[in-house]
């Protein structure tokens, strides 16, 4: 198998003169260094990104955001809230990997090979109108790659899993795809951090329950409890939903090496979400699979990208890993979830 990795140098148009903001621009390229070390290297295709297409962000975003966001960039280097700054390219660079990421799940479909975009700045704190469901900042987000990657799935007439595994909750890819029964959103994330959203209960609008699956989990949350999440909450629900696609918000700042979060996976969960992703298109289970890059501010977060590709191009080998229940408040809102989940996609088939 090969995988396409969208890299382009124009994500250095973004960044901080200072280098002190923690989305720096070494994100990217420590993790594309890191890669070339693996044996998956040889397995992997390199293409840049699109030029900025602010048609594909208009399928998600207002166009009084587009239009606030636009201006904020044409003054050049500040910050829009506390946690956010853009420079007089950023928007431009966010709607460069906003194209490629809705590209490339497009062609993951149509070819079977997986694809993984490094975009920068992040994406899927951005909502509709900006911050998401009450938050007060854009949390170093400018435009929802994700969202943007699933809509423009589901319009083709695709069913479509988005799966975030960064260690903060997706609270504008959430707010987007509310009341999308097409779309079978899964975010994995600690609780009581940033943005504060993400509760257990919270599945979906109307039409659409169930397909929200928000997984809440504490501090000092491991590998076996991703492990036990993969096989209980992600497994079942991809069984009953059936995506023909998936969009990964791969960030890797659940690493108990991250300076932002305080979770406690190592690498080797990484690699056991890529193997589980390749098997799903091996086996024919999922047609197209598009990862995006999420968060990651440790040097955790370059090993865990290799691992995750390593998974995904089966380079290393699966790691064995015991699974252990998250709590019971998460097994009995899953079980709840999935029985809901289940009748929502009853009533689609009808
Ligand atoms: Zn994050």
Request: hydrophobic share 40%.
């Amino acid at each position: 198998m090969e995988l396409v990795l969208v890299y382009d140098e124009r994500h250095k148009l973004h960044r901080d003169p200072g280098d002190r903001h923690p989305e720096g621009v070494w994100r990217v390229e420590d993790s594309v260094a890191e890669l070339r070390k693996s044996g998956a290297w040889s397995y992997v295709r390199v293409v840049r990104a699109l030029e900025p297409d602010y048609g594909a962000v208009l399928l998600v975003h207002d166009p009084d955001y587009v239009d606030w966001i636009r201006s904020e960039c044409s003054k050049g280097f500040h910050y829009v809230d506390a946690d956010t700054y853009v420079t007089e390219h950023t928007c431009d660079v966010a709607a460069s990997f906003a194209a490629s990421t809705a590209e490339a799940a497009v062609r993951s479909v149509e070819t079977g090979s997986p694809w993984f975009v490094m975009a920068r700045p992040g994406g899927h704190h951005a909502g509709r109108r900006g911050p998401a469901m009450g938050a007060p900042t854009l949390g170093f987000c400018v435009f929802d790659y994700a969202a943007i990657a699933a809509r423009t799935l589901a319009d083709l007439g695709y069913r479509v899993m988005v799966l975030d595994f960064d260690a903060h909750h997706g609270n504008g890819t959430q707010e987007i795809l509310w009341n999308d029964p097409r779309v079978l959103h899964i975010d994995i994330h600690q609780r009581w951090i940033y943005p504060g959203t993400g509760d257990i209960e919270d599945v979906g609008g109307s039409g659409a329950e169930g397909t929200k699956i928000n997984v809440p989990l504490y501090p000092d949350s491991g590998d076996e409890n991703y492990s036990w999440i993969l096989a209980n909450v992600v497994e079942k629900a991809r069984e009953i939903f059936q995506p023909d696609a998936a969009v990964v918000f791969a960030g890797f700042d659940a690493h108990r090496e991250d300076r932002l979060t305080q979770l406690q996976v190592t690498e080797a969960t990484y690699s056991l979400f890529g193997h589980y992703l390749r098997k799903l298109l091996e086996l024919g289970e999922m047609g197209g699979l598009v990862s995006v890059l999420g968060g990651g501010y440790g040097r955790g977060m370059v090993r865990s990208f290799r691992s995750y590709i390593e998974g995904l191009l089966n380079i290393t080998s699966e790691p064995e890993m015991r699974p252990v229940s998250p709590g019971r408040s998460v097994e009995y809102g899953v079980s709840r979830v999935l029985s809901i989940l289940s009748r929502t996609v009853q009533n689609l088939k009808k």
